[in-house]
């Protein structure tokens, strides 16, 4: 089984008052997203959510 690595770029932007994270591969496609209360669970919840580390905290509250 052969593993796939891919840079992949994390943008957080406020919105209203929550704060939503995208994931954007290295040709600038969208790969995917998520709005959560805080910044910093924004980026976390999206790497969770992408498989790039180990669910440390469920706490997700909103998905797209």
Known sequence: MSKVIMDIKIVVKKKSSVYEA?????????????????ESNARRL???????????????????
């Open 22 to 38: 995208r994931a954007f591969d290295t040709d600038g496609k969208l790969i995917d997203s998520l709005v959560a209360l805080f």
């Open 46 to 64: 999206l790497k969770e959510k992408l498989g790039l580390v180990k669910n440390q905290k469920s706490a997700i509250f909103t998905t797209r």
